[in-house]
């Protein structure tokens, strides 16, 4: 059974192509999502995807509107995600795994954003793409069967910071930033919370370590 977030382990978090494989064997549903930040064009669709797996738009579907305060990636309305979950075809026992052939930072965030919508067991598919294939896994252009789910979504599944937090943990705790090394430095703009060290997404260890509490 799926756990709190409080006691979330590796083994509720991640599966294997092998893992995969097998649950669609099985008889619980499984949905899969491919995870884009753009919409696929053409030439990407005939590419092909894992079975049954549905095309996500990540900037439309799993993400609200930006405005003025919320940065550029805020997270989607209740009726925004409840719509995608239902369309999807979610229910509550489904087997969610999600995957990019784009960045993996793409599938982590849809990871996280279903979790915190309250879906109970949602994957990340080790290794992506590649891992599947190696594994004598098809692709398929067939476009997923169309169902609606049954799934209801509860906000808040996992736990969020505003802005003032997210400053205040940067002093007094650890709040690391897993942006590449150029949008950390702010080469050609932006820049960092103060106090937070970088540990980009692609990377295994800190580009910068935080030498001590950050300036008032």
Known sequence: MPTSPDTVHT???????EQLRGSLDSERPVVILEIRREPATGEQVSQGRLPGAHSVTLTTELVGPPS???????????EQIQDAVRRWGIDH???????????????????????WAGVPDVRYLDGG??????AGGELSTAAPAVREGSFTVVLGGLPVLDTDAAGELARSGVLLDARDGASYSGDPSGGHIPGAPSLPAATRRPVRARSGPAAP
């Open 11 to 17: 083994a509720d978090v991640v599966i294997s192509a």
């Open 68 to 78: 003025k305060g919320t940065g550029n990636f805020p997270l989607p309305s209740e």
């Open 93 to 115: 026992d489904s087997l969610v795994v999600v995957y990019s052939r784009e960045a993996p930072a793409l599938a982590s965030r849809a990871w996280w954003t279903l979790r």
């Open 129 to 134: 793409l590649a891992a599947w294939t190696a």
